[in-house]
Every structure is written in structure tokens, then in C-alpha cells.
């Protein structure tokens, strides 16, 4: 078996990253067997390196090696480049094809970028990474083949579990043995030898004298964060072989090549998730609106009835001070005290009318009306976007009911008494 200098060597990899060095040490180790292998990485980091290093120490090396990139084939074709296709199965099949696990049988495909295949094709794939089973398109006869599976993939394979977008058995079908090559930005040692090897190379096809770099710009290559990693590191060296005519690199000119240097040295945003708490359509967040305010009416008709039933507006006012400042919200002090005076002076109680013999007294206008105006507002359908919000926060929140409470803004209690009046 080979060591890992002479696959380098072989290969034209370079580097000496303990993480690199262990990546090429396992895909040597389980190169002899069948075992299917995922590789993982960014893009750019070198991934395809890695299926064609197992290929050829295993004992398929004689037979076809052929690698497919997923991303790049349509969705409404990749079953029948993957699996082939019989005459007439579809609109333009005017004859029978083989598909590429047909063609390689005794081989080893390489799926580049197999985070895209689609659901349907995925089951597909798991079949035949189960007992080597396969449909063409079209066809019922089932066939049978005997491939060596290596994938690859930049995606964040859990996240896509979590969103549905992958099967989670084809995930533990394909990582039996999972690869992962480093990013650039983590073998800093690695980025100069890289620089040098392509500058040389670029040198000897444009026949021209090999760019060198000064010190201050070999320590800008350590400080850069490499985003499109070592496809990235490539570029740049031949855009400066062939555009530059001074062959030795100062720190600025090099400066000129990279996009957005100035942040280089600052850590990047990969991603921020959506807090459950966050609505995903403007209809929900209508929903949201339209349920608190149900619950703010609600308040107020507590507090009305209150009133109604104890003439003390400040007793009331003290008992309900928490009820009160939720209606209200947080205000300053003097604004929170003029909006108290302002409720309470509406919802004072009148005078009782004292009746006298001589006259009749002019009827008293309603100071409550709006009490009963605001049983009239429930509505079939208010109702029906609140079990329908609660429902979905229920649903987000995996059945609990804190969590659920929290996100809606009501207690733990409102919320259970909702469920079991609306029977959820």
C-alpha cells in the first residue's frame, strides 16, 4: 500500500496539514474495500482529489471510473442519465439508454455535489446502495449492478436532514466512512507552497519568468480568509502571472487581486437562523397582530368588569396594576399617568340618577356601550385564526406548551385553557 508522501507525489497535492495528511491516510485505508464514502468540504478545497485516490488503490481500478456532477444535471433528467431510460418512457426517449450505474457496472461512480439530488431520485440512489437494485425509466425488469459509491458534498448534511431536503437513511447509507478536507484558511502553512507551485506552473505555460512574492504579501496570504479556498488561490496567482509585468509581488499590488481584503481579517457571517419565535409569511404575522389584539380586548373587558362591579377605581387601579400596564405597555411615568386618568375618567361609574316627581329625567347616555360592542367583535373567524396560530406555534415548538405560551405572549395557563376550549 502506498504512504500518503507518495500519493501526494502521484496526486500533485500539496501540503503538510495534519488534517489534510489524515483525510488522504483514511481514503487509503479504506480504498481495499467497498465501503461507500462521503467527502465533505467547502467548495474549493479539493474533494474530487479524494475519489480518485480510492479508485485507483482498490481493486476496481481496471474497471470504469466515472464521476457525475449532481448539481449540474436537470431534476427532470437525472433519473435517466443516473439509471438510464426505455424507448418512449418520455417525450424525446426515441431510444433505449443506459444509464451511468449500468455503464460503470464493476466500477466506482463518483456523485459530486449530492446534497442536490432530488427526493425522488435519493430513493432511487438508497436502493441501490442497499442491494444493488436499479429501474431504468420506463422499464419494470429490474437490474442488477456492482458499483463502488463515493459521494461528495459542500452542504451541511444535518441542516438539510432537519429541512427535509435529504433522506437521513441515505445520509448513514453513503457515510459509512465520511472524509473531510480543511478549508484553505485553516492550513496557513499550506497557502505559500500552494502560491508557489501555481505561480511555477503558470510560468512554464505562458512562458514567462515566475512571480515571487515579498514578505509582506506572504504574511496578506496567511491573513485572507480564502473563502473560495485553494480553486480561489489559483486564480488569483494566474491573474497576477499574466497581468503583472513586475515579477516580484508587493503587499499592495497583491491587495488589488482580493476582494474585500479590508474585512479579511475578520470572522464572516456564515448564517444566522430564524428565531421560533418568527413568522415566515406576512399572513402569520397578520395572524399574530389580530391575536393580540383579541387578548388586549380581553383585558379590557376584565378591567371594565371590574369597574363595574367595585366603585374604588383606585382599589381597582391597584389590584389590577399588572393587567394595566399590559394594556398600556411601559411607558414613562407621566405618560402612563395621564393614560391611567384618561381610562379611568371613561370608565368611572355615573352619578345615580335621583327621580323626581315633577319632570322626567333626561335619559343618561350609555358610558359602557363599547363594553358590549366589544363581545359583538368575536367573531367566527378571529377565532378561527387564533386555533389556527396556536396550532402552528404548538407545531414549531414540537407540543410545549412553555415555549408555545412564550411565543404567542400569553401564560402558560391562557394557553392551556385554550386548548382545552378549542379542544387542540
Avoid at 429501474?135 to 444535518?158: E, F, Y
Avoid at 384618561?342 to 323626581?356: C, D, F, N, S, W
Amino acid at each position: 500500500m502506498e504512504g500518503v508522501q507518495a500519493i501526494k507525489q502521484r496526486f500533485e497535492i500539496i501540503g503538510n496539514d495534519p488534517k489534510l495528511n489524515r483525510a488522504l491516510e483514511k481514503a487509503i485505508q479504506v480504498a481495499p474495500t467497498d465501503i461507500s464514502v462521503l467527502v465533505t468540504g467547502e467548495s474549493g478545497v479539493g474533494k474530487e482529489s479524494i475519489p480518485k485516490i480510492i479508485h485507483s488503490l482498490s481493486h476496481r481500478k481496471h474497471a470504469k471510473y466515472i464521476a457525475v456532477n449532481c448539481g449540474a444535471i436537470p431534476e427532470g433528467t437525472i433519473d435517466s442519465e443516473l439509471f438510464g431510460h426505455e424507448k418512449g418512457s418520455f417525450t424525446g426517449a426515441t431510444s433505449t439508454r443506459s444509464g451511468y450505474f449500468e455503464v460503470a457496472d464493476g466500477g466506482t461512480i463518483f456523485l459530486d455535489e449530492v446534497g442536490e439530488l432530488p427526493l425522488t431520485t435519493q430513493v432511487r440512489l438508497l436502493r441501490v446502495l442497499e442491494n444493488g437494485e436499479f429501474l431504468k425509466v420506463g422499464s419494470s425488469q429490474v437490474q442488477k449492478t456492482d458499483v463502488r459509491i463515493v459521494a461528495a458534498t459542500n452542504m451541511d448534511m444535518i441542516k438539510a436532514i432537519q429541512k427535509e431536503k435529504f433522506r437521513e437513511d441515505l445520509y448513514y447509507r453513503l457515510s459509512t466512512v465520511e472524509i473531510n478536507i480543511p478549508p484553505l484558511r485553516e492550513r496557513k502553512e499550506d497557502i505559500h507552497l500552494l502560491f508557489r507551485k501555481f505561480a511555477s506552473d503558470f510560468g512554464q505555460k505562458y512562458k514567462m519568468p515566475t512571480i515571487r512574492l515579498e514578505d509582506d504579501a506572504v504574511q496578506l496570504l496567511f491573513k485572507y480568509r480564502w473563502p473560495g479556498n485553494i480553486r480561489q488561490l489559483r486564480n488569483i496567482a494566474e491573474q497576477i502571472s499574466v497581468l503583472e509585468g513586475e515579477r516580484i509581488i508587493s503587499a499592495n499590488t497583491l491587495n488589488s487581486y482580493l476582494p474585500n481584503t479590508g474585512n479579511s481579517s475578520l470572522p464572516a457571517v456564515v448564517g444566522q437562523s430564524k428565531s421560533g419565535s418568527d413568522f415566515s409569511n406576512e399572513r402569520e404575522i397578520l395572524y399574530k397582530v389580530l391575536f393580540d389584539m383579541k387578548g388586549d380586548l380581553t383585558d379590557l373587558k376584565k378591567l371594565t368588569l371590574e369597574l363595574l362591579k367595585n366603585k374604588d377605581t383606585q382599589k381597582v387601579q391597584k389590584e389590577n396594576e399588572g393587567l394595566i400596564q399590559k394594556i398600556y405597555g411601559s411607558n414613562s411615568d407621566e405618560d402612563y399617568e395621564e393614560q391611567e386618568n384618561e381610562t379611568m375618567e371613561v370608565l368611572r361609574l355615573p352619578e345615580p340618577i335621583v327621580e323626581q316627581q315633577s319632570y322626567d329625567p333626561p335619559p343618561v347616555e350609555d358610558k359602557y356601550h363599547f363594553a358590549e360592542e366589544i363581545e359583538e367583535e368575536e367573531t367566527l373567524s378571529l377565532q378561527e385564526k387564533e386555533v389556527e396560530l396556536i396550532k402552528k406555534s404548538l407545531e414549531r415548538n414540537k407540543g410545549k406548551r412553555k415555549a408555545a405560551a412564550a411565543e404567542l405572549g400569553i401564560s402558560e395557563r391562557t394557553l392551556y385553557r385554550k386548548i382545552k376550549q378549542y379542544d387542540l
